[in-house]
């Protein structure tokens, strides 16, 4: 015999004798009880029937509805954000690529001449930057500028946080003995990798 006739053949047995025990107990206890028990009896089993009905059908139904706000708004902002990502690619794909020779002028243009905070040297596709004591916002507007007019992008990036010569002198102390914010600078090297030729 398999499991599953085994199964439905336990549930039938079970079935029989749930009737065979309703016949021989509960009809009798049903028959004996007055007509107020009766009644408090169907009023309990319309509470219980009632209380399930609202578990199973409208307390799920409630959470839904609850969550739904939340889940609009979520679902409004990554339509939001592909639209961005979506037309951010479809700029980029506007974008005329540039040859070695113009990445590499335009790469001069932004890097002020003479700064030693600040200096380029080519090696064929690739260009090394040596920074000192580069503060973190010129870095990061002048990396933008480099993706952005140079289209060069850091093939590799060795930077550490600089040491401030006399941090605490700059820093300086408020009137509240609290020490004022010092702006990160970086020391260390990044290499850009430049267009291909064409």
Known sequence: ???????????????????????????????????????????????????????VAIIPAMRTLSTSDRQRADVAQQVAQMRFLQQ????????????????????ESITPAGNPSIQMSVQGDRVLVQLKNLPASQLAAWLAQARSNAQALPDEVHINRAALPNAGAQAGVNATGNSAPVSTAWDGQIILRLPKKP
């Open 1 to 55: 015999m398999s499991q599953s006739a085994s199964s439905s053949h336990a549930k039938t047995r079970a079935q029989r004798l749930g009737q065979q025990l309703w016949a021989t107990y509960g009809q009798a206890r049903w028959q004996g009880l007055g007509a107020r028990a009766r009644l408090w009896v169907l009023i309990f089993a319309g509470f219980i029937g009632v209380g399930l009905f609202v578990s």
């Open 88 to 107: 951010r690619a479809q700029e980029l794909q506007k974008i005329k690529p540039l040859s070695r020779e113009e990445s590499l002028k335009s790469l």
